[in-house]
Nanobody, 123 residues
Framework: QVQLVESGGGLVQTGGSLRLSCAASGRTFSGNHMAWYRQAPGKERHFVAAVTWPGGSSTDYADSVKGRFTISRDNAKNTVYLQMNSLKPEDTAIYYC???????????????WGQGTQVTVSS
């Protein structure tokens, strides 16, 4: 049974940086596109960023994070990362990872949601 585990969140000031990590127990991410999502307080969960399998083809980002966030994967370590720079208060959310079955069909997912990791950006 696969369990997604997100880590790396925390409290930072506006303009700061964080690097989030996503790992899975039970199996590797081999063959899967991987993506990050976030859910702000009182809001729905939304797509943030994605990277293709094996990772050398394409990435995609929500307009709100383009130029600030970078998604990457290390297949040897079975880990997906989200480098978050120039953070803004509106980035405050719980961040989750998952595996979309189809590119740009971000809601069709392989795994159950994990617990996510909290990112809080103070102004």
């Amino acid at each position: 049974q696969v369990q997604l585990v997100e880590s790396g969140g925390g409290l930072v000031q506006t303009g700061g940086s964080l690097r989030l990590s996503c790992a899975a127990s039970g199996r590797t991410f081999s063959g899967n596109h991987m993506a990050w999502y976030r859910q702000a307080p009182g809001k729905e969960r939304h797509f943030v960023a994605a990277v293709t399998w094996p990772g050398g083809s394409s990435t995609d980002y929500a307009d709100s994070v383009k130029g600030r966030f970078t998604i990457s994967r290390d297949n040897a370590k079975n880990t997906v990362y989200l480098q978050m720079n120039s953070l803004k208060p509106e980035d405050t959310a719980i961040y989750y990872c998952n595996a979309p079955r189809l590119w740009r069909r971000w809601e069709n997912l392989v795994y159950e949601w994990g617990q996510g990791t909290q990112v809080t950006v103070s102004s």
